[in-house]
């Protein structure tokens, strides 16, 4: 997960800038995209009201935290504080703020660390989520926070977890407790143990929690809307790994044996990348600006440029292979059955190529792919019962009796894909999803579908833009990178969401250059609607941009083995001694 909160330390300049183009982007009352209206929308800016200096002062010193006794006021899970240490506002890489820094241990190994703010605490809590498996610490970054005023200042009180375990890899899931850990328990008990620490520093308890995370940390957002609905007021999931058992190893391994087509070399490399992406390009009809505004729109057929007979492929004269195009046609098409349906509801986009480099394909034919090494640990470790240490990639089977094999097991233990989110609204949480379209490691296409299951469930598009809005970037890689527009400030969005009302129908994405100067801002409009130019103007200023609506998105279904199912009182789909899962249409 890429380091954005460094953003949020934006020069004056920078900021009113990013502010002026956010205020020109749409005027108009916060309801008009989600009642179907593209004409108006609210942009949300990077200013929150409460963002005073002086805030809450602690009723404690720091060092009187280390010998803290708090075990009755959290009966029912064990944790020790084991320092509490001084942190001056230089060393601080969330914001120009001093603060307490805590550190302790939740039963039976989750490594946790808070840093509480010793001046502008504004009485508000954001957890912070982790990337791949986790396995440390994260209070250094938040992953949509670009020129977040209120983080900078230190309004928030920080806290994040390794989720039990200190393992890159997936070894630890051998372990019962450990997997419960990392599947769903570990950031609700956090958020337990933070509040009362909180509430004893500054002598007051939070007002309002936030959840913020990217990737796995998007994963845990999910887990906590839909398994401990109070937990958090507002949450931001990006990227969310959520669909964590079927991505792991259906997805990724389908791309994995399609690009190494029938156990060879690997059919594409990263040469392939930057003239095959033009070739995207011109074939989706993209604007000069090389970004494709709804990538789910776009059938081009990577047959169109098959090589003729005896031709072959240069630089300037790019054409594929027959193999090529079957690994083309396989990974933009998604891991299928014997049947033809879908294993895991998502594919890769057409137009994001230039993001596939390292993990979908290798450098060399004979190199190795971040595909193939999350299959690994997955298969070999998490999704059976016993472990399997001989298991690879080459191992998946794409059949559905196999998908069965796989998905019962732990499929509950890890997976958030409950649609019913009843209990976090009634609760009156708010939830904002956000995704890059050009996403290499989890298909965009997939939180499209979650977010299409809720609106199922959840009474239709209105109702659950209600509480809860999905916003995707165009070109935009994993939690960040890639082509398009990747800064995004979705904190301060979900808290002026939280506490005075105003739903985000946009948000304004930046990009920068290695110095920090602004090169390109563009809204990202809340689904089904993409951000068009239709004006004319520059394509670099977010001015120009209107919201359009995405037929494709809007029409969006995807017949696939699994299903977005409720309740969490089975393992998986497995009811009654019965396997369960059911054909079905998102």
């Not at 494709?552 to 977005?564: D, K």
Request: glycine share 10%.
């Amino acid at each position: 997960m890429p380091v954005l909160s460094t953003w949020c330390r934006m020069r004056k300049a920078t900021l009113l800038a990013v502010l002026a183009a956010a205020i020109a982007l749409v005027t108009g009352g916060s309801a008009a995209l989600a009642s179907g209206s593209p004409d108006s929308g609210q942009a949300v800016t990077a200013v929150n009201a409460a963002t005073t200096t002086s805030g809450i002062a602690p009723a404690m010193t720091c060092s009187q935290v280390a010998s803290l006794d708090l075990a009755a006021a959290v009966p029912d899970v064990p944790f020790e504080i084991t320092s509490a240490a001084p942190v001056a506002a230089a060393d601080n890489t969330l914001g120009d703020w001093a603060y307490c820094n805590v550190q302790g241990v939740i039963a039976p190994q989750i490594h946790f660390q808070l840093r509480l703010p010793q001046s502008g605490w504004q009485a508000n809590y954001l957890q912070l989520g982790c990337g791949g498996l986790c396995g440390n610490v994260n209070t250094s970054s938040a992953a949509a926070s670009y020129g977040c005023v209120p983080l900078t200042d230190g309004a928030f009180a920080v806290g994040s977890s390794d989720e039990g375990h200190s393992q890159g890899g997936g070894l630890f899931s051998t372990d019962p407790t450990l997997r419960a850990d990392f599947g769903y328990k570990s950031d609700h008990l956090l958020a337990q143990v933070a509040k009362v620490l909180v509430k004893q520093y500054y002598g007051t308890p939070a007002t309002h929690s936030y959840f913020d995370g990217c990737s796995q940390g998007g994963h845990q957002a999910l887990t906590e809307a839909q398994r401990y609905p109070t937990d958090f007021d507002g949450i931001v999931a990006g990227a969310p790994a959520n669909n964590f058992t079927a991505l792991n190893t259906f997805s990724h391994a389908w791309t994995a044996q399609s690009v190494y087509l029938n156990g060879g070399p690997a059919t594409i490399t990263t040469a392939d990348l930057a003239p095959l992406h033009a070739a995207v390009l011109k074939g989706c009809d993209a604007p000069a600006d090389g970004i494709i505004a709804d990538p789910l729109a776009c059938t081009w057929d990577p047959a169109s440029i098959k090589c003729e007979a005896g031709q072959t492929s240069t630089t300037a004269d790019y054409c594929l292979t027959a193999d090529q195009v079957t690994t083309l046609r396989r990974i933009y098409s998604g891991p299928t059955d014997e049947h033809g349906q879908l294993l895991y509801p998502g594919y890769q986009l057409r137009g994001s190529e230039l993001n596939w480099a390292g993990i979908i394909v290798p450098t060399t034919a004979t190199g190795t792919t971040g595909d193939m090494n999350f299959v690994r640990e997955t298969i070999r470790y998490q999704v059976f019962d016993e472990p399997h240490p001989e298991l690879t990639y080459k191992d998946v089977k794409f059949t559905a009796a196999y998908f069965k094999k796989i998905m019962r097991p732990n499929e509950g233990m890890y997976d958030a894909t409950d649609p019913d989110l009843t209990a976090f609204k009634k609760a009156g949480g708010k939830l904002i999803l956000w995704h890059g379209l050009g996403d290499q490691h989890i298909p965009a296409v997939g939180t499209m579908a979650y977010y299409k299951a809720v609106q199922k469930v959840m009474g239709g598009a209105a109702a659950t833009s209600s509480f809860a809005r999905l916003f995707l970037l165009p070109g935009v890689a994993h939690c960040g990178g890639g082509q398009g527009p990747d800064r995004l400030d979705a904190l301060t969005a979900i808290t002026a969401w939280v506490t005075k009302g105003q739903a985000p129908d946009s948000l304004l994405t930046t990009a920068v250059d290695s110095t920090g100067k602004t090169t390109a801002t563009r809204p990202a409009y809340a689904f089904p609607y993409v951000a068009k130019n239709t004006t004319g103007g520059p394509a670099d200023q977010a001015s120009s941009y209107t919201p359009v609506l995405s037929k494709a998105e809007s029409n969006l279904t995807l017949n696939w083995l699994g299903s977005f199912r409720s309740g969490y009182e089975t393992v998986g789909n497995w009811v009654h001694g019965k396997w369960v899962a059911s054909k079905g249409k998102v």
